[in-house]
């Protein structure tokens, strides 16, 4: 095999022909082409003269060099030519395929398993044992079973269960029980790769080369999988960080985000900047349209990495302040601070009680300065048992007033003042988070103190009831469960009156805290989470196979997703903790520096082109265009005119390649110069042969009759098809009613009715004056109508009997056809249309057929009752309708002949 | 051979006869417009003028009527009418069945046309026409034209000269085809028949790729008659020679002509018929 870059030859002695190609070029030169064959009658004058060159003919230049061309692509195409040659699996031995079938091969999945496929096919065409490693552990956490030595077949069935798995690969372990396998020869090693280090790829490698010679096949660099994690779930929008092996180029990927069902509810495009590994992706949506998304996935990419599963801790939920719209001094108002607090990480609306409560909120926060009236607290309080929060703050009014049942706990009249003026004390500042609190981890700034708050009456269930507490163990937070919902009272104010804990960023927290109350997930669970759905290696959720375990109570943020624990939705149905690959994913990068021997392939790049059949192909068509030529050369091709030049050639190889409709055009033109350049009687074609025929050859009968008789000089009757033909061309039309005539299509109807408008005229032939009944004339006439259906015509009466079709040439009183009697009927005369000339003659006597005549003159039908002198007749009725056709209404000054006549002779 | 089968052909040829005779009447009726009688005193039938009796005039000329009307006698003169013999010839040998182009009319039927025509022409003048080589003696009236289609319809004859036969003094021979005969053969047969006192009128009929020769590369011509064919290599080259042999060959048929007081005309078949006709009826019309 004779190996030119990603080309090589399977015969390349063939290639030898090539020399013989200078040899072939003389020989076709002296060799003049056949000459073209023409009978010429004055050879006799042509007899002596001798060419003053006597040089033979010589073939031209053009053709020597498509011949030349073809004889080298016939040489060619025998020498085989393949592009990306196989290379044959070198040496005996076993054969080990190494398969990344971790979550990164999915991306590249169906290219691996070809290519995995191929190399079995190979193998088993060399009849090598095959061992077959996947480094990914199996599902369950169990041990992967040991290798061992397969024939082709086994490797078959082992290959077509593999399938992508949605944790990362483990090639350590895979390599240990590589080693523990033993090979007693040096192994050919395949190592069919998902193109990621993952932190054990270099190790990998170089155990691999020590078994034998490594070829490490994968993608492309920057096809290389991308993975999707957790951005900030508290962002203004729904955030995802894409992240990807290989930052060298920039890339365009399009995040989906998708509901419960798999809907799709937002798609937005993100552009990674070359050299940037990982960017966030803000996907900005509308709150509730944002609570319904359950997942984020990136287009066109299908692997568990590329999927991202949202839990409960990352819905907005829409909090409602009550407070009058009053913007005059916001910084005075509770309202503008809790909007500050709670904007960051939720939807704050403002209004009314009854208006927040409608539009559906989670959180009612209520300001100590929300005056309630008491159809706002029967509205709270229903709307609290069924599950709402709502978060007071205390304040002057409260505290001048605390009789109310909106409270978790009973509060003493008056407030607390703590520092001051005429006081020793203080401002106090907060007591640490109780760890049974919902504010357990926040850190409290120093800075943080309170100068007012409403007091307690104390209880005995108050500890439980408290939140959060002073220094000095007074409580500033208290909270109640009230139904299904929460009732949460802030002791001091929202505004900055009694406290400068609405200026704090602990508020912030403290709010959201609380807010995340409201959403059922209190705190850390302590429940176990079993799977409820878990990803598969494409990134689809399924129902939770049984190999997945339950995540024990407390670990869920420790836990990480492996084959035990597979990506997926842990917990009930209800509260789903989501578990996500991205943060098993280790060391995301491309595969580092491989030892030095290892040959890398890429999976797509082995397809194998044998360019023998396009080649021999392309000699096949030269060798057709090279005899068409030569028949030209020899003046054999008959149809195409020389004197059109290269258009009529380019035209004939054209219509030769695509039916071309250049061709028609040109036969379209030709058809309506032969129509225009002399006068022809034309006809309808029916499409049923017998009557086409009639039709043509009564038109050839009254065309002689013409010739003979009148100064009309008709050439050949032509035929026409409405549907297809221009009609300009010819004054009359003979058009044949038959059975089955179909309706015209709106083209055809549009040509006719313009062909009568602008002169032409038709007569139409019923051709059932053969049986004269009432029936046959129903019959006749629905045909007629349905093959005018579309035509404007005006009402047809019978031919007056001072009709200019009467005397145009010939006195006539009927029109006898082939058969006699029957009505003619015409448009009524009116000189303001068409000169009075009716443009529709309507008839029934078959005239076709009384015309028509034989190429010897002969006529062919009978014609009945009358006999000749009724075909006499016909014929003048034909010459008639000829003359009105081509004359008008001249003959119509006849009508006052008589009186002028008579009045001259007195 | 049954009667009535031959009877049915020969009505079939005759039947294919009218397309040609109507064609030709067409052409001689566009001719013969403009183109009145002899204008001249004759025999004829036809009244010429009344002229003042003059001694030696023969008494049975006196038109009594007339003079009965007058105080002078008077002798009624008829238009000349002396009726000819004009002899037709056209070429029918195979050389003519050419038409270098399918919209062209052959040579053959360019010249059949131009014979029909010029006999209708001469038919209608009175003369009396036959085709030559027929053995038909010169006919009168109308219905020389049907017989003389019917032969003209026989079609091929070999020869593409007349072969010589003995015609009257005065007559009028009239030779249409394309006389590529050898000089010498046509020469020697002009000669003998202007021996024998007779005009003649000879029309050339060429194909308009006969005069040019359109052809270009390597070529071999094939005789439309029993001839060797002729292999050229490159027809470019010997065109100009071509043209100069057909020009001397004209210049050699018109110089013969013109000895003998006949005339020459050429015709191509891409020019209309009746400019031809015009020419030979304007030439036989000065006699």
Known sequence: MLSLGSIAFAAPWLLAGLAALPVLWWLLRVTPPAPKRIRFPALRLMLGLAPPEETPAKTPLWLILLRMVLITVVILALAQPLLNPRTPIAATGPVVFAVDDGWGAARHWDDMRAALDRLIDQAAREDREIVLVSTADPPGGRAASELSLLRPADARAAAANLQPLPWPGDRTQALARLQRLGLSHAAEIVWLSDGLDGGDAAAFAAGLVRLGPVTVMGADGNALPRLLAPADADDQDLTATVERADPSLPETLTLRALGEDGRLLARRAVTVPAGQGSIVAHIPMPTELRNRVASIAIENEASAGAALLLDEGWKRRPVGIVAHRDTAQPLLSGAYYLDKALSPFSEVRTGDVATLLKGGIAVLALPDSAALSDGDRQAITGWLDKGGTVVRFAGPHLAAKPDDALLPVRLRSGDRTLGGALSWEKPAKLAPFAADSPFTGLTIPDDVTVSRQVLVEPTIDLAQKTWARLADGTPLVTAAKHGKGWLVLVHTTADPEWSNLAMSGLMVEMLRRVVAVSQGISGTSDKPLPPVETLDGFGRLHAAPATAATISAGAAAKTVAGPRYPPGFYGTADARVALNLAPAVMHFAPLPALPAGVRRENFTRNTEVDFRPPLLAIALLLMLADFIIGLALRGLLPRIRWHAGAAAGAIAFGAVLMNAPIARAAGNDAAAIAGASQFHLAYVRTGVPDVDAESKAGLVGLAHVLNERTAVEAAAPMSVDPETDDLVFFPLLYWPVVDGERALSPQAVARVQHYLNTGGIILFDTRDQEQPNDFSAAAAQARLKRLAAGLTIPPLVPLPPDHVLTRSFYLLENFPGRWNGGELWVEPTADAINDGVSSVIVGGNEWAGAWATDANGVPLYAVVPGGEPQREIAYRFGVNLVMYALTGNYKSDQVHVPAILERLGQ | ?287
């Open chain 2, 1 to 287: 051979m049954a009667g009535p089968a031959l009877r049915h052909r020969a009505e079939a040829a005759s039947l294919a006869l009218p397309p040609l005779l109507i064609a030709a009447e067409r052409v001689a009726a566009a001719v013969v417009q403009g183109t009145h009688g002899r204008r001249r005193t004759g025999q004829g039938e036809t009244f010429w003028q009344f002229r003042q009796y003059e001694p030696g005039d023969p008494v049975t000329r006196i038109d009594w009527r007339e003079t009965a009307k007058t105080q002078h006698v008077y002798v009624r003169e008829t238009e000349w009418e002396a009726a000819q013999s004009v002899y037709l010839w056209r070429d029918g040998s195979g050389s003519m069945d050419y038409a270098s182009d399918a919209n062209l009319p052959t040579k053959r039927e360019r010249a059949d046309l131009l014979t029909l025509a010029l006999a209708s022409l001469l038919v209608r003048g009175g003369e009396r026409v036959t085709l030559m080589g027929s053995g038909l003696a010169p006919v009168y009236g109308r219905a020389a034209l049907d017989r003389l289609a019917l032969l003209l319809s026989r079609g091929a004859t070999a020869s593409d000269l007349p072969a010589y036969e003995k015609l009257p003094r005065h007559g009028q021979v009239i030779w249409i085809g394309d006389l590529l005969a050898p000089l010498e053969a046509t020469a020697t047969l002009v000669l003998r028949y202007a021996d024998a006192g007779l005009k003649g009128h000879l029309l050339q009929v060429l194909d308009p790729a006969e005069e040019s020769l359109p052809f270009a590369g390597r070529v071999r011509f094939e005789g439309l008659e029993d001839e060797n064919s002729l292999l050229i290599s490159r027809v470019e080259s010997i065109r100009t020679g071509y043209a100069e042999r057909l020009q001397r060959h004209r210049d050699g048929l018109a110089a013969l002509t013109r000895g003998v007081g006949w005339t020459f005309a050429t015709h191509r078949t891409d020019q209309s018929p009746q400019h031809a006709l015009l020419g030979l009826y304007q030439i036989l019309a000065e006699r």
